[in-house]
């Protein structure tokens, strides 16, 4: 009588542990050398050697330089949480919830500060680069599309929960909002007029209160 064999299931734990700590290493060094030497003048076997991994190791896991570019600026935008998509983050869920208009928007314009001075760097590094490199330009112009599509969905709610101006279209929140999360007004602010990320984000929220609630949220403006 021919005995079965018995196998354990494949434990791949450990596998996606290590992977893991690799790709964290590749964005921790290509960040690095990003910041330090500019888009043009970073290699992918900089940050191979940096990340103590292969070429081929960062061209299978993430392309070449122009995707890398844009994995870093992805994980910036998360953060230190969950990786899941921005969308279904807390910080949305929390503020899909709140149900005080004024709150909600102020809230909103902190939350671009603290995202803008995780992405600002790297991102002002690829806007530099665009101009010239048009791989660099595609991630430009990727990440200007998917900013201004999570605009459009917050438009979208305070439209829908009926806290717009009754002068203010959908459209019109959108790109109110799309100009106040750009990088381009971190940059003049934080970078060159030296304001700390909490005073940025209240100034964010106070003027997107101003423009799109009723009243220009008067009580918000005070508090």
Do not use: C
């Not at 709140?98 to 928007?105: A, L, N, S, T, Y």
């Not at 305070?158 to 459209?171: H, I, K, M, N, P």
């Amino acid at each position: 009588m021919a005995t079965g064999t018995h196998r354990r299931p494949y434990d791949s734990t450990r596998r996606k542990e290590q992977a893991a700590r690799t790709r964290s290493a590749v964005l921790d060094a290509a960040a690095a050398r990003f910041l330090a030497d500019g888009y043009a003048r970073t290699t992918v076997a900089a940050v191979a050697g940096d990340a103590g991994v292969s070429v081929e190791t960062i061209y299978k896991s993430f392309g070449p330089k122009a995707a890398l570019a844009k994995a870093v600026h992805d994980r910036a935008v998360v953060g230190d949480g969950p990786d899941v998509p921005v969308l279904e983050g807390e910080f949305v869920r929390r503020n899909l919830a709140e149900p005080d208009p004024v709150r909600k928007v102020r809230d909103f314009g902190a939350q671009i500060a603290v995202v803008s001075a995780r992405t600002g760097p790297v991102l002002l590094v690829v806007r530099d680069a665009a101009a010239g490199d048009e791989a660099a330009a595609a991630v430009w112009d990727q990440v200007q599309r998917e900013r201004l599509a999570g605009m459009a969905a917050f438009a979208e709610h305070l439209a829908e929960a009926g806290l717009l101006r009754d002068d203010v279209t959908v459209e019109e929140a959108r790109d109110v909002l799309w100009l106040h999360s750009g990088v381009e007004v971190w940059d003049l602010l934080v970078r060159r007029r030296g304001w700390d990320d909490a005073r940025y984000g209240r100034w964010v929220g106070r003027q997107l209160v101003a423009a799109l609630l009723p009243g220009g949220g008067t009580a918000g403006l005070r508090s």
